[in-house]
């Protein structure tokens, strides 16, 4: 059976996955991990941390297979580069971050996160009240915040990729932005 998958293309084997076979899982992860980990190694120069961008980057390809499109023999390789170049962005915000934090103590003070079960319960609830926030936008602007926000594509990509207007993305955009902070201050004030 595997054999026989290895013939198949990216998108072949993207079809087969968003049908639940994770042979195509193994497959796309042992020919894409290795290029992704080595992609975060040599910019991160840090071999657990781009470890860890390449599982990251694979969980999330396997977990928005349904949302990738490519065609025929096109490779997934540009998706999953993207996607690695993002998450070294990201690592690297995150890193500035911490840094600013501690020599700024108003900031170290509001990001701070002691580890308690308390901290991690109220964090938890937070990503869970979120995620039903975005869960309730109206399909076509969830796609396209999700496109946006978990995926880092562009306006003119997100416009291109579902045949919209990058018009209308934006006004998608900035309705779903609005309508989080929203709720998340009517929750804040419960």
């Given at each position: 059976m595997k054999n026989?998958?290895?013939k198949l293309s990216d998108?072949?084997?993207l079809?087969?996955?968003?049908?639940?076979?994770?042979?195509?899982?193994?497959i796309i992860f042992d020919k894409y991990f290795f290029q992704i980990f080595s992609f975060a190694n040599r910019l991160i120069k840090n071999s657990d941390i781009a470890k860890?961008?390449?599982?990251?980057?694979?969980?999330?390809?396997?977990q928005k297979r349904d949302l990738i499109r490519i065609?025929?023999?096109?490779s997934l390789?540009?998706?999953m580069v993207k996607a690695a170049k993002n998450a070294v962005i990201n690592f690297h915000k995150s890193k500035k971050l911490i840094t600013e934090s501690i020599s700024n103590p108003q900031l170290s003070s509001a990001l701070a996160y002691d580890g308690t079960a308390d901290a991690e319960l109220n964090l938890k609830e937070l990503e869970n009240r979120v995620s039903r926030i975005v869960a309730d936008l109206p399909e076509q602007r969830r796609l396209v915040f999700c496109l946006s926000r978990e995926d880092d594509m562009t306006y003119a990509e997100i416009a291109k990729k579902l045949n919209i207007s990058v018009h209308t993305v934006r006004n998608q955009i900035s309705a779903s932005?609005?309508?989080?902070?929203?709720?998340?201050n009517d929750y804040r004030n419960q």
């Open positions: 026989r998958l290895l998108a072949e084997l079809k087969l996955g968003s049908h639940g076979n994770e042979m195509a899982l193994s860890e961008i390449a599982m990251d980057v694979m969980l999330k390809m396997w065609d025929g023999d096109q390789r540009p998706y932005i609005a309508y989080v902070k929203g709720k998340l």
